[in-house]
Nanobody
Framework: QVQLVESGGGLVQAGGSLRLSCAAS????????MAWFRQAPGKEREFVAA????????KYADSVKGRFTISRDNAKNTVYLQLNSLKPEDTAAYYC??????????????????WGQGTQVTVSS
């Protein structure tokens, strides 16, 4: 079992930045692929970014490439999402997710076994 707790959300103006954190416990963090998803009101939850245990392999949604950066600190059992150049359309609840690492980085919600409670990001225009 893995417990995930996100933090760092908030209200920011367009063009601003935020850093989200997700602290994990309960299973060897270094064996997990960690991911971020987001869900806007009335929309389905969508993939944002993911990183394999070693940190050497990442994947991003096209909508956030070049603006968001995922990173992890295996010593602290924490994964981060740096959000830069934020746009109003980035407004959503952001969720941390985890799964045992596989060869391919998964991007579907059904592929992830563990989820956090979410943290709200609101970008004003």
């Amino acid at each position: 079992q893995v417990q995930l707790v996100e933090s760092g959300g908030g209200l920011v103006q367009a063009g601003g930045s935020l850093r989200l954190s997700c602290a994990a416990s309960g299973r060897t963090f270094s064996s997990l692929t960690m991911a971020w998803f987001r869900q806007a009101p009335g929309k389905e939850r969508e993939f944002v970014a993911a990183m394999k245990p070693s940190g050497g392999s990442t994947k991003y949604a096209d909508s956030v490439k070049g603006r968001f950066t995922i990173s992890r600190d295996n010593a602290k059992n924490t994964v981060y999402l740096q959000l830069n150049s934020l746009k109003p359309e980035d407004t959503a609840a952001y969720y941390c997710a985890a799964r045992p690492s596989m060869f391919v980085i998964a991007t579907t919600t059904s592929s992830y076994n563990y989820w956090g409670q979410g943290t709200q990001v609101t970008v004003s225009s």
